[in-house]
């Protein structure tokens, strides 16, 4: 029970401590109100009318701040701290001696219970005193402490408080800028004021701010009754005058400001308030450097340029921009191909860094500023860049003398930085138009800003077929690591591989033309002859070689260089057929065989013996040796004789193989043919296409019939124009009429939509083209067999011929050899008569072997060279045996002789040949046995027992 009254007592004291606080803010903020405002309202009206400077409106600001703060906080705010119980506050002691001067009769009673209980914490019997203190409590509660203070009372502090209330709200009605103008002022205290002119200065610039070393022109405007006549500008207590524009307006610029500048306006003795330009610092570029990264690949070394923004550079090129720039926060790249701008941050050690691949000519700026600029300066510079140029490449030509599908290159390659390689590129087109895969080869791996090349190209290395045509080129490849490598490819070469048909014609023409050429050599080596002739016996005549004759000679010689150049054309030609029908593969074994003999007749006319000789009876008319002159005239025209004798073989073995040649051909064709419209006829019957293509089939295989028929017409002809003409078929005419027959029939029948009876029509012209197809062949064949049976049957007889005359010539050599009769009787006479009549009896062989080896190509070779020989040691003998050299006469005989048992023996070597073609290289028993067979014939002819035996003899065949 004690504690529950001494406990409401203590409660009772707490709640009268609040209510002491509340009183004393209450008192505390009339007071801080009356103290603020009077200090506001004093404040201003000495700012009002005094216009203090900024030190004494500073000290006024700050002063009226730390007065409001300091009552705020003495006044209310601690009040209100203890109010809570914060802080120091007072005791129960205190308040019940304030409750005791309102309460008299309480206050020792109030007092000593409070004592007591603090006494009652250090007594061990301390239950009396506590019930002291009960007692005393309970008497002490009906006092109502909280109305010892009464809160009514603080309303006589409104005086206080009221009349600054008053003047404020009375200066705030009647002159509000008084209060207004005065707080601005000296709120803002660090800014100066004038007091306030008659009028008012009105500076028109929205800002005050400005470039670095830029103009900056103010203008300003009065507003007022009372004008004054100039205005100023005053900076640094000097005053410059303002241009006046108007009555009320005037002007004036500030030139290259360079730092901020503080100025005031002046006019009529007042001043404005003060104004300051504040100049911004320009953006400005310090250093300027650029690392340039080359490609690897052009060698050339890497780069640092300091202050150089203007670049020449190679294609890609790495430039790295490293900028120290002032005053400056924000760098731009812009690059005019781009059309974009590209922000480029600043490092840490305030450089801006910026790096670009540079591929094409560009134009770049570089824009710098700073947050107080809104626009940026800019520096504009040239990037020139200079491209990888595209690789060079130069070909030249060489043709290969001996073939045509040969040729010979020879290049040269160029790049500003390096060549890689250089390849061959081609691709075959078909007779149709159709390419074949493009395909390439590497040549040469150059490496290197120059290089060569070499490449031959052989058609034969490629599988080209008749009528196609190779496209070629050359590409050379740069070492461009930016772009890739570029290429650059030389002109487009092309070689075409003749048709089958473009062959023909080619073949037709330069067989026309050997033949011309061949008869203008015979013509002009007979005119030759008849000068060579004509020269000789004036020679005979004369007795010194005069100039005229030499002229005469010169002209010879000339005449016989053109005709060996026409040899030489005839030649050349023959070769070019030779090469493009062995592409087509057409020939046979034996028409190569007989070509090639040909060819070897044409080497043959190539030698220059008859020219040499001439250049030498030449040199001996100069040297005016007329004897030695007149005797190689005499081996010059046997020379002549003997080349004149070739070409005319040359020219009837041509003819001939000719006709063989065309004649095999057209039955060849014929034959296709024949299979061509027997497939036609199948396709006829079953009706695999419409009739309109297979008439137009047929009517192409009529068209080729029609000319087949004119070549066999042609070939007629020129067969009848032989010396010998070969036993062609004499049907031709007759059966090439029946199979056309045929095939219009087929033709007609099909247009009829008579399919069946077309192909029954083209069934009968194809088995009687193959039947005349073989029909030729056969005939072909057999005439060949019939012409080689005959051949031989004539060699045979020539051979019997030769040997006797090898005994006639042996048996007339030792009759003058042993002087068994005198130079001078009518014996010799006999003798040299005999000579004669071998020489007639060996123009009639002569004449036999001529034709014979216009039909034989194996003989001709040896027939040409030792009949040349025979005749003119012939010649030469007879002339030595009438002038009665015996000596020089008897050499010629045995050289005769020599010379016939040579050929003898190589003719019975060219029909064992024909007998047996297996003992070409080796001659056998049969071979032997028709050697003897020859001899023994001779010999019952010429009336001997033995015969003579030739240095040239077989060794293979056993001796008698």
Known sequence: MHQDNYQILIDKLDQFIRKYYVNQLIRGALYTLATVVFLFVLINVLEYFYYFNTSVRKLMFYGFLGTFLGSLFYWVILPLIHYFRLGKVISHDQAATIIGSHFKEVKDKLLNILQLNRQSYHLEHKDLILASINQKSSELQPVPFKSAIDLSKNSKYLKYALPPLGILAGILFLAPSLIKDSTQRIIENDKVFEKKAPFEFVLENDQLSIPQGADFPIKVTLKGNLLPAEVFVDMDNFQYKLKKIKNDQYEYTFNNVQRNTQFRLLGGGFYSQPYELEVIKRPSIADLGIYLDYPDYIGRSDENLQNIGDLNVPQGTKAHWRIKAENTESLLFYFKNDKKSIGVPQGADGVFSFHKNLVKDDLYSVLIGNSKLKTLDSIQYNIAVVPDAYPTIGVEKFDDSTSAKVQYFVGNVGDDYGVRNVSFNYRIEDAKGSFSEHKSSLIKAVNAREGKFEFVFDADLYPLQPGEKISFYFEVNDNDQVNGSKKTKSSIMTFSRMSEKEVEQVVEKNEESIKKDLDKVLEEAKKIQEKLKALREKLLQEKEVDWKTQKEMEKLLEQQKQLEEKIKNAEQKFQENQKNENDLN?????????????????????????????????????????????????????????????????????????????????????????????????????????????????????????????????????????????????????????????????????????????????????????????????????????????????????????????????????????????????????????????????????????????????????VTEKVGEINKHLVTGIQDLEDRSIAQASDHQQRIMKNVNDLALMLEESLSNMNNPSNSSKPGSKACKNQEVVKEKARAKAGRSRWIRSPRANKNCPKR
Not at 653 to 666: F, G, M, Q
């Open 586 to 862: 057409k020939q046979s074994e034996d028409q190569q065989q007989k070509k090639e003999n040909l060819e070897q007749i044409f080497k043959q006319l190539e030698n220059d013996k008859t020219k040499d000789l001439l250049e030498k009876i030449k040199e001996l008319m100069e040297k005016l040796q007329k004897d030695d002159a007149i005797k190689e005239l005499e081996n010059s025209k046997a020379e002549s004789e003997k080349q004149e004798m070739q070409v005319e073989r040359l020219l009837e073995l041509y003819k001939k193989l000719e006709v063989e040649s065309e004649y095999r051909d057209a039955a060849e064709k014929l034959e296709q043919l024949g299979e061509k419209q027997e497939k036609l006829a199948d396709e006829t019957q079953l009706k695999k296409d419409e009739n309109s293509k297979l008439e137009e089939q047929q009517k192409e295989i009529n068209k080729q019939l029609d000319q087949l028929d004119k070549t066999l017409q042609d070939l007629e002809k020129k067969n009848e124009e032989l010396d010998q003409p070969l036993p062609l078929d004499k049907d031709n005419k007759e059966d090439m009429q029946d199979m056309k027959n045929d095939a219009e029939d087929g033709q007609k029948e099909i247009k009829e939509n008579k399919n069946d009876k077309a192909s029954k029509s083209q069934r009968s012209a194809s088995k009687k083209m193959k039947a005349k197809a073989k029909k030729m062949k056969e005939s072909m064949d057999g005439a060949e067999q019939e012409q080689a049976e005959e051949d031989a049957r004539a060699l045979r007889q020539i051979l019997e011929n030769l040997m006797a005359m090898s005994f006639d010539q042996e048996s007339l050599i030792k009759k003058i050899s042993t002087s068994e009769v005198q130079i001078n009787t009518p014996a010799y006479v006999k003798l040299i008569q005999h000579q004669n009549k071998l020489k007639d009896d060996f123009k009639l062989i002569d004449d036999s072997l001529s034709a014979l080896a216009n039909r034989v190509f194996q003989i001709q070779a040896m």
